[in-house]
């Protein structure tokens, strides 16, 4: 029986590691490494399992052997995954169909051994969480030559030395002397990559069609992008959300590129503190409800709507990252940059293990009943044959490319419009 504190493991543990450079990041990784090295296992495979543990918590033989560089299906990649199974490091998640094998790796002391003990990777997960994370390491281990910060702390850290290594012109940052500014915390669901030159890589992966995800993140990370010298916005689109390419950069567009005026902040600063006075029903002045209707058409697209929702959590602070025109200057010097990339593998095998939700069943002799009374108020009841002979199924012509994409693309719709309803979202 192993212990919460790592007894059991033979293993150099890792605590508090904070890494705010690519040399000091891959120091870090290192020692993880190594932690699990002396744990049994060889160099290669101490690798992959460190980046699962920190970015996904799953994974598929696939993607091991391809970072491994052996074949798929092969002995040595059987062996591996066997021992994480028989020694308890993960589990098995097989498919309705076996048409794939997830393997979670959930081992406490081995999250123990790197300084994660409190995971959330370690968690059970819903199926559609596990593919998105599958999504996630097969864009980490597309970029093997960067070095990833995945914790909060880490990229507080990271941020705090960038603010401290720029100086920022304050005549471009509004005041936050009121004290109503609340520290801005960079999202922990992405990983921030670091080249070797510095660059940081800002790692985006797109599960819906809805670009409001997307707005919130950029937006969350404007802060970063402002003082960072150089930086590559990264977006991995699965397919078929491929598609939303051109909504993706039109909030690219708005977010990045049309920084906002000194004036047009201070009126977005009375607006929201009008709009949260109404929202608490305090009585307003006719002159102000006049001014809040006004702002409500100036101030209804899609990205006010999200700065809104921010500036509820984190105050005036929200305004740093859109009121600078560094982030368009960097765009337009090439100090900016934003790629897109297209993930080749396919998911699709992976569906059965979203659960659907049934209706209630109906018996069976109430709807015949109720199927009788209809027929004969309208006088058309059609004789059934009693054990009919199966009939084929209709022939179908077969489907072109584009054809075939946009069905795609219609059932994902669907898809998530019904994860919506059913409130499954994780």
């Given at each position: 029986?192993?212990?919460?504190?790592?007894?059991?493991?033979?293993?150099?543990?890792?605590?508090?590691?904070?890494?705010?450079?690519?040399?000091?990041?891959?120091?870090?990784?290192?020692?993880?490494?190594q932690?699990?090295?002396?744990?049994?296992f060889?160099?290669?495979?101490?690798?992959?399992?460190?980046?699962?543990?920190?970015?996904?918590?799953?994974?598929?033989?696939?993607?091991?052997?391809?970072?491994?560089?052996?074949?798929?299906?092969?002995?040595?990649?059987?062996?591996?995954?066997?021992?994480?199974v028989?020694?308890?490091?993960?589990?098995?998640i097989?498919?309705?169909?076996?048409?794939?094998?997830?393997?979670?790796v959930h081992?406490?002391?081995?999250?123990?051994?790197?300084?994660?003990?409190t995971?959330?990777?370690?968690?059970?997960?819903s199926?559609?969480?596990?593919?998105?994370?599958?999504?996630?390491?097969?864009?980490?281990?597309m970029?093997?030559?960067?070095?990833?910060l995945?914790?909060?702390?880490?990229?507080a850290g990271y941020?705090a030395?960038?603010?401290?290594?720029?100086?920022?012109?304050?005549?471009?940052?509004?005041?936050?002397?009121?004290?109503?500014?609340?520290?801005?915390?960079?999202?922990?669901?992405?990983?921030?990559?670091?080249?070797?030159?510095?660059?940081?890589?800002?790692?985006?992966?797109?599960?819906?069609?809805?670009?409001?995800?997307f707005r919130?993140?950029?937006?969350?990370?404007?802060?970063?992008?402002?003082?960072?010298?150089?930086?590559?916005?990264?977006?991995?689109?699965?397919?078929?959300?491929?598609?939303?390419?051109?909504?993706?950069?039109a909030v690219?567009?708005?977010?990045?590129?049309?920084?906002?005026?000194?004036?047009?902040?201070?009126e977005?600063?009375?607006?929201?503190?009008d709009?949260?006075?109404?929202?608490?029903?305090?009585p307003?002045?006719?002159?102000?409800?006049?001014?809040?209707n006004?702002?409500?058409?100036?101030f209804?697209?899609?990205?006010?709507?999200?700065?809104?929702?921010?500036?509820?959590?984190?105050?005036?602070?929200?305004?740093?990252?859109?009121?600078?025109?560094?982030?368009?200057?960097?765009?337009?010097?090439?100090?900016?940059?934003?790629?897109?990339?297209?993930l080749?593998?396919?998911?699709?095998?992976?569906?059965?293990?979203?659960?659907?939700?049934?209706?209630?069943?109906?018996?069976?002799?109430?709807?015949?009943?109720?199927g009788?009374?209809?027929g004969?108020?309208?006088?058309?009841?059609?004789?059934?044959?009693?054990n009919?002979?199966?009939?084929?199924?209709?022939?179908?012509?077969?489907?072109?490319?584009?054809?075939?994409?946009?069905?795609?693309?219609?059932?994902?719709?669907?898809?998530?419009?019904?994860?919506?309803?059913?409130?499954?979202?994780?």
């Amino acid at each position: 029986m192993f212990t919460s504190d790592g007894r059991g493991l033979r293993g150099t543990v890792l605590h508090g590691t904070h890494s705010f450079s690519f040399d000091e990041a891959r120091a870090a990784q290192a020692q993880r490494i190594q932690a699990v090295i002396d744990c049994g296992f060889t160099e290669r495979q101490a690798r992959f399992l460190v980046l699962v543990m920190r970015h996904a918590g799953v994974c598929v033989p696939r993607q091991y052997a391809s970072f491994a560089g052996i074949a798929h299906g092969g002995r040595r990649c059987h062996v591996f995954f066997d021992k994480l199974v028989r020694c308890g490091y993960a589990h098995e998640i097989r498919c309705v169909h076996n048409r794939a094998r997830v393997f979670h790796v959930h081992h406490k002391p081995l999250y123990f051994l790197i300084g994660e003990v409190t995971s959330r990777y370690r968690r059970s997960l819903s199926p559609r969480l596990a593919v998105e994370r599958l999504m996630r390491l097969d864009a980490i281990l597309m970029m093997p030559n960067i070095e990833w910060l995945a914790t909060a702390s880490e990229k507080a850290g990271y941020l705090a030395r960038l603010r401290a290594d720029v100086s920022v012109d304050a005549s471009q940052t509004p005041s936050m002397d009121d004290g109503s500014a609340t520290p801005l915390k960079l999202s922990s669901a992405f990983p921030i990559g670091l080249e070797r030159d510095g660059r940081a890589v800002l790692l985006y992966l797109p599960t819906e069609p809805s670009t409001e995800p997307f707005r919130s993140f950029l937006q969350a990370h404007a802060t970063l992008l402002r003082v960072a010298p150089t930086w590559t916005l990264r977006l991995v689109f699965p397919r078929p959300l491929d598609r939303a390419y051109d909504a993706y950069q039109a909030v690219i567009h708005e977010e990045l590129e049309s920084p906002l005026h000194s004036a047009t902040i201070g009126e977005l600063k009375s607006y929201f503190e009008d709009r949260l006075k109404a929202a608490r029903g305090e009585p307003l002045h006719p002159q102000t409800q006049s001014f809040l209707n006004l702002g409500a058409k100036v101030f209804g697209t899609p990205r006010f709507t999200a700065m809104y929702q921010r500036w509820l959590r984190h105050g005036n602070a929200v305004f740093e990252g859109p009121s600078s025109p560094a982030i368009a200057a960097a765009l337009n010097s090439g100090c900016g940059r934003v790629e897109s990339v297209v993930l080749p593998h396919v998911y699709r095998h992976l569906a059965p293990l979203v659960a659907d939700a049934p209706s209630r069943p109906e018996p069976m002799t109430r709807g015949l009943r109720r199927g009788l009374r209809r027929g004969h108020r309208r006088g058309n009841i059609a004789p059934r044959a009693l054990n009919p002979r199966p009939q084929p199924p209709p022939e179908e012509p077969p489907l072109s490319i584009t054809e075939q994409m946009d069905l795609e693309w219609r059932r994902l719709v669907e898809w998530d419009k019904a994860q919506k309803a059913l409130e499954v979202r994780p």
